[in-house]
């Protein structure tokens, strides 16, 4: 099927959060943009919102820990439009039990599987189709974490955020010479849904003083719009108020 030459984005985790905002933002900026995750009513929202102000999205459900699931979203993406030019790998999870004393191997299964395979199982699945282009981008959301340890996070979210900056680089170090370019994304503290699986949820003032999903949004728009001879290896992002730097009795554990 013909896309009339517009750009096509792939993001997973669209349904809210930052993948939802880069999902916005992406459409605002001209880009047809399929959107991914694990809740169909919430997919059809953003695409549905996006609708109303002119862009053009679609949805398609996926849990990207499932690897065959993940190929049949990237053929399906590939059949209605013809190419994938930008993945946006911004699903991801963390578990209440984060902790040496008390984290549990079925919560750390759960965080490798999601955060760092289904962020390979996607950049796997779109290689093909950019590799033919000569052309594509991918922009990886990490964290923070994924570049300073830290205990609040967790061992596994922290490991899997710092695997997923690796992969990002080991990426760009083989595929410059095919036209592709990765960005590992590594915001601070952001105020999004996942914050509600922490073990001591930040107040609404404290939100108010992190990044917002739209501030990331912008972000990856931007990477998105550069020339293809510009890659952004990395970018550390986090709120003026960082917390991390800032001891109070909320963050000191």
């Not at 993948?19 to 169909?40: F, H, I, N, Q, Y």
């Not at 040496?100 to 759960?110: F, P, R, T, Y």
């Not at 994924?146 to 760009?172: D, E, I, Q």
Request: net charge neutral.
């Amino acid at each position: 099927m013909s896309n009339n030459g517009k750009r096509v984005a792939w993001v997973t985790g669209g349904g809210s959060g930052i993948g939802e905002a880069g999902a916005k933002a992406l459409a605002a900026d001209g880009w047809t943009v399929v959107v991914s995750g694990r809740r169909k009513d919430a997919l059809d929202a953003v695409v549905a919102t996006i609708g109303k102000s002119s862009g053009t999205a679609k949805a398609i459900p996926l849990d990207v820990s499932v690897a065959a699931d993940v190929e049949k979203a990237a053929e399906e993406i590939l059949a209605a439009y013809g190419r994938i030019d930008l993945l946006v790998n911004s699903a991801g999870i963390n578990v209440p039990k984060r902790r040496w004393a008390d984290m549990e191997l079925e919560g750390w299964n759960k965080l490798v599987d999601t955060n760092l395979n289904g962020v390979l199982y996607c950049m796997r699945a779109v290689l093909p189709a950019m590799r033919a282009q000569q052309d594509g981008a991918i922009i990886n959301v990490a964290s923070w974490a994924g570049r300073h340890v830290s205990k609040m996070p967790g061992p596994g979210y922290t490991t899997t955020k710092h695997a997923v900056l690796a992969l990002t680089h080991s990426f760009n170090m083989d595929e410059c010479v095919n036209g592709l370019r990765a960005c590992c994304l590594s915001p601070g503290e952001v105020a999004t849904p996942i914050l509600q699986q922490r073990p001591v949820v930040p107040s609404e003032q404290e939100q108010a003083k992190m990044l917002q999903p739209e501030d990331l949004g912008r972000t990856i728009a931007f990477v998105a719009s550069l020339p293809p001879r510009v890659c952004v290896n990395e970018i550390l992002i986090s709120p003026t108020w960082n917390r991390g730097f800032i001891q109070t009795p909320a963050n000191r554990d």
